[in-house]
């Protein structure tokens, strides 16, 4: 596989929500409103390329026998500072990921990219399929924080778009279902069946 | 992989990783530790503030708070009242609030929040819609409650959280001992 197409594939063809359907707690659980999506696609990108790089150096020194001990090593110790920094840094918007930082350590992207690829090939591959799938998820996860903040709650980060552009004065109102998971999940839904109608060849037959 | 690895390489690699896992995490979080706590100190302030109906942003929240506020032996005395502290446990860790009272033991203004309660269920206590029910009651003869369809017209009864029973329990159980120390005080106050 070219390098390039380590990165390109997970945007498409082989998007880590769409077609290998990982991490789609988070995707359902965070994405009410932009910002947290945001931050939330920011954290996984990070932690899944970083992750990658300490596996694939680590991989020959890596008894086989407790390989998925070390890579939970690995990727917790990167979840606690991820989650440390945001504290520190960005307190309001790691009070509103709350559980779902921690939960970065069960997202099946990162434990998925280091068992199915990191663990045997070179870091610098390892990097681009870390980035490729971190931004693949990240795709996802801003469009639809997108799309259910602007009709859920007529904002985007936090500005009051319904409401600057009079929208509410002509009897407009927020779809609460937007902000509501299971509508999440509808929205993942329809993304798939957009998906697969342009990409025939994942069709199952 | 065919090479084979010792069960003593086992031993020592597991040994070593953890060691230098444990070491990265520790000097993250010491030297994190200020920020963490300023950043804490400020919404606690944000949160006893808004209690009494003044909304502070994270920055200004210190000097608002040292204008209205006066800290008194672990209660917090505004100008018409005082704020009490809530501390209890909910489902999975830690769940706490302010609750500020008039001179008649009305609640004129609430705020809960928690460490880990489940979004959408134990965590909607800390949403404004949950702390508004409790403007308006009060806490002069008795502790209030939840309860489970409260009566609105009780001033001790508060409606629960649906799917929330354990935290609605918890909240329960903090505001009756906030009442406890709350009776005590004003019965010291009135000796």
């Known amino acids: 596989m070219k390098n390039f197409d380590l990165i390109k594939l997970p945007f498409s063809k082989n998007n880590p929500i769409l077609v290998q359907v990982l991490g789609v707690c988070s995707c359902l659980a965070v994405t009410a409103q932009l910002k947290p999506a945001v931050v939330m696609a920011l954290s996984v990108t990070v932690v899944v390329v970083l992750a990658n790089v300490i596996v694939s150096l680590l991989r020959n020194t890596i008894p086989p026998r407790i390989r998925i001990i070390v890579q939970l090593v690995v990727v917790s110790t990167l979840v606690v500072l991820v989650d440390q920094v945001l504290k520190a840094y960005v307190y309001d918007v790691s009070k509103q990921l709350s559980v779902f930082v921690g939960l970065i350590i069960t997202n099946c992207i990162v434990m998925g990219r280091l068992e199915a690829f990191a663990m045997v090939q070179k870091p610098w591959p390892s990097v681009l399929d870390g980035l490729g799938n971190g931004l693949g998820y990240s795709v996802i996860l801003i469009a639809l924080g997108f799309v259910r903040e602007l009709f859920g709650s007529g904002t985007l980060w936090g500005y009051p778009v319904a409401e600057k552009l009079g929208l509410y004065e002509i009897g407009y109102e927020n779809n609460g279902l937007m902000i509501m998971p299971p509508m999440a999940l509808i929205l993942v839904g329809l993304i798939i069946w957009w998906h697969r109608s342009r990409n025939k060849d994942l069709t199952e037959q | ?191």
């Open chain 2, 1 to 191: 992989m065919k090479k084979t690895f010792s069960n003593t390489y086992i031993f020592i690699y597991s040994a070593v990783l953890v060691v230098v896992a444990a070491l990265i995490l520790t000097v993250v979080s010491v030297s994190l530790k200020p920020l963490q706590t300023k950043n804490q100190q400020a919404e606690t302030k944000q949160m006893i503030l808004k209690t009494i109906g003044v909304e502070a942003t994270r920055d200004n929240a210190a000097e608002l708070y040292a204008k209205h506020i006066t800290e008194d032996d672990g209660y917090y005395r505004f100008d018409g009242g005082i704020v009490l502290p809530l501390k209890g446990t909910g489902l999975w860790g830690p769940i706490w609030g302010y609750l500020a009272l008039d001179s008649t033991s009305t609640v004129v203004g609430a705020v809960f929040d928690h460490k880990g309660e489940t979004p959408g269920l134990g965590g909607e206590i800390a949403t404004d819609k949950f702390a508004q029910r409790f403007i308006g009651k009060k806490m002069d003869s008795q502790a209030i409650h939840l309860a489970k369809n409260a009566d609105h017209s009780n001033p001790y009864e508060v409606d629960a959280i649906s799917g929330g029973t354990m935290t609605s329990n918890g909240v329960t159980a903090m505001l009756a001992k906030a009442y406890d120390d709350y009776s005590n005080l004003r019965k010291e106050a009135t000796e």
